[in-house]
């Protein structure tokens, strides 16, 4: 695999997202969040909004690990995926559309264990961005025109999903710096800091390889 793939992992309202288009727009390369929805159902058979609503929510039921034991990811029609969850298939399908997107070009993928689906692409740079919690608050008052109350709730929400769906699949703790190559304060740093940050560390990365 000679792409070079960045994945972020993000707190909410820590502007993870617009860090990870920057990053693209510097690269010259695409920046995949939703779109992977479009091509996980493209590829699955599986209506988009059925998994835009299974997005990012770890199920509860049916261990992963016999999962992963058992399931071909190339054969949707076998016993063990229907047998599955719904949330085990949206998380299979989009781990797929994950491996063959970093197999055909390089490019920067937002949340969805991409860190995880791609533990073996030899050429990844995997980062999280987290921010000081009175500036994520700021951020989601500001993007979604609701208030302090509000945005405290649900930044506690997603963080919890997010955290939930990366530690169940994944077997990692979400946030964890050990479990990525760089982490990094978007409070302090700002996005262009950011930006420059990752920038220079996939330098470093490809002089390595």
Known sequence: MSNFVITIGREFGSNGKKIGEEVAKRLGIKC????????????????????????EKPTRSFLYSLVMDTYSMNHYSTAPFLDMPLNQKVFLAQYEAIQKIAGRESCVIVGRCADYALH??????????????????????????????KAKDMIQKQDKQRASYYNYYSNKKWGDSRNYHLTLDSSVLGIDGCVDMILACREKMLEKK
């Open 120 to 149: 073996n692409h030899e050429k990844c740079l995997n980062v999280f961005i987290h921010a000081d919690k009175d500036v994520r608050i700021e951020e989601v008052c500001k993007r979604m025109d609701i208030s302090v109350n």
């Open 32 to 55: 995949y969040d939703k779109e992977l929805l479009s091509l996980a159902a493209k590829d699955s058979g599986f209506c988009e909004e059925i998994l835009e609503s299974n997005d």
